[in-house]
């Protein structure tokens, strides 16, 4: 089945970070300084409408840092991404913790293809880095049980996200890898809310996920100019 998820350079970037993907002072420091923010935004919204044990589908997972903290807080987690080096890295950290939590190497058409469906999906920092985000949220969509929610967070195509998420975070303090993002990709929440409607969505919730140099650590803002989260509902 074709992908409308994957770009093998993508996963082939991502691979290469599996074996620093867990250390807080490593390339992938900016997703541990967002993890806890962004992971409590979603699990209050689940616990809203769900109870505990709450199956949840965590697309491009990565390493496992927002499937982690789902189960920690007593959610059933399927962690799924299509770098196998990520899932192996994911596996291993989970290893020993005794949580509700597998993880599986794979795509989301493949669960499609299995007619699984889940009544909670995340896919946060993913769609900026797919090949087709119409196509993948259709994709999403049909792997959403009825009433379910749908999580996703990603970066706004603004000035500021340029110089703050690209620039900045690339190329001057280093925070990220050179070629993580790709500006024009960036997506403009009044896009994100067009293509949720296309794959028979409605975004229900947005927030913005702010960088405190104060605090030297992310937060939820009312700002959506750089990051931002959003929460989408069978329409």
């Keep these: 089945m074709q ?49 505990p044990g709450t199956r949840v589908l965590d697309v491009g997972c990565g390493a496992g840092l927002l499937s982690e903290a789902l189960a920690k807080k007593g959610y059933n ?25 597998e993880y599986r190497n794979g795509t989301a058409e493949t669960l499609v293809a299995e007619e699984q469906k889940f009544p909670v999906i995340t896919a946060l920092e993913v769609i900026e ?39 900045g975070a690339e190329y001057i303090l ?6 993580t993002h790709e500006w024009k990709k960036f997506i403009q929440p009044a896009e994100l809310g067009r293509y949720c409607r296309t794959a028979g969505l409605k975004l229900t919730d947005t927030a913005g996920l702010s960088f405190s140099p104060r605090i030297r650590n992310f937060h939820i803002s009312r700002d959506l100019a750089v990051n931002y989260l959003a929460m989408a509902e069978s329409a």
Aim: hydrophobic fraction near 50%.
């Design 129 to 167: 880095h797919v090949a087709d985000p119409v196509a993948f949220l259709a994709t999403l969509a049909s792997l959403l049980a009825p009433g379910g929610l749908l999580f996703l967070s990603t970066l706004n195509r603004t000035p500021a996200s340029y110089m703050v998420a690209k620039l």
């Design 3 to 51: 992908s409308h998820s994957v770009i093998d350079a993508e996963i082939a970037q991502f691979n290469a970070l599996a074996g620093r993907w867990w250390d807080e002072t490593g390339p992938m420091r900016p997703l541990h300084m967002m993890n806890g923010p962004r992971a409590e935004w979603v699990a209050e919204r689940i616990a809203r409408r769900f109870g």
């Design 174 to 179: 280093r925070l990220l890898p050179m070629g």
């Design 77 to 101: 987690v399927l962690g799924l991404d299509a770098g196998a080096d990520v899932i192996v890295a994911a596996s291993t950290h989970a290893e020993g913790q005794h949580l509700p939590l």
